[in-house]
């Protein structure tokens, strides 16, 4: 069985003694019960893990860390899920299954559309909220990086923005160019734009399509926004060939 694993919100050194933040201390001597001596793993988001021991004093917990293991479980390329805001529990759901799946970074979209639209203190108390999801998913699934959850932004702004290179696709049930299609030759970075329950209005899917987005087809059903992107996350990995 392997050991609980931890991420550390600062550099992290091999072959030392660390005292661990109160906030994980608490959640392996209080919530796992973990105990004096116990195995754990501490990662610290740049790469790569350490095995450690731990060790409790009271309230307090240290890590006594081994050698740096160069571990990872990246795709080869970055990818970049851009997702229009869902409603509810939804979006929670779609951050911690993009972890899982592999992405390199989630864009929350204000869709014309969304149900929820953000801003001033909400904004950046859900933010906070969508990276401490981030950080426990990748704590479970395995990732010694943690995935970046952008600030929500509109759409105009994340076109401007996106970097060279990048093949930016949108999902579109009546795209006259598939999924594969649109891969085949491409072999860099990736991000796939996913719209709110209501999709994307017609001054969006223009402003995609005139800033050069490809539109794809993908299957004969319609997806819930909810399920579109990481069905899209897991069609590209299959066909890329990844792990």
């Not at 660390?18 to 796992?32: F, Q």
């Not at 509810?88 to 799946?101: C, H, L, N, T, Y």
């Not at 401007?160 to 970075?189: I, K, V």
Request: hydrophobic share 40%.
């Amino acid at each position: 069985m392997s050991s609980p694993r931890f991420h550390c919100p600062f550099p992290l050194t091999a072959n030392q003694r660390t005292e661990l933040p109160d906030a994980l201390a608490h959640h392996a001597v209080r919530v796992l019960r973990l105990r004096h001596g116990s195995a754990i793993t501490l990662f610290d988001g740049r790469g790569g893990c350490y095995l450690a021991t731990l060790e409790i004093e009271g309230r307090r917990a240290w890590a006594q860390t081994g050698d740096h293991l160069a571990a990872e479980a990246e795709l080869p390329v970055r990818t970049v899920l851009v997702q229009g805001i869902a409603s509810g529990d939804k979006m929670d759901w779609i951050v911690e299954k993009a972890v899982e799946m592999g992405v390199s970074q989630l864009v929350p979209i204000t869709a014309q559309r969304s149900v929820i639209q953000l801003s001033g203190e909400r904004r950046e108390k859900r933010l906070r909220h969508w990276q401490r999801i981030a950080v426990a998913a990748s704590e479970q699934c395995g990732r010694n990086r943690i995935m970046e959850v952008a600030p929500p932004q509109g759409l105009a702004e994340w076109l401007s923005e996106a970097g060279p290179g990048l093949l930016r696709l949108a999902c579109h049930p009546e795209a006259d160019t598939s999924l594969a299609t649109a891969l085949e030759a491409h072999h860099g970075p990736l991000a796939l734009t996913i719209g709110p329950e209501g999709g994307w209005s017609d001054e969006e899917l223009e402003m995609m399509q005139g800033q050069g987005l490809t539109t794809v087809r993908f299957g004969h059903r319609i997806l819930r926004t909810e399920t579109a992107g990481i069905a899209l996350m897991a069609a590209v990995a299959a066909l890329k060939g990844w792990n």
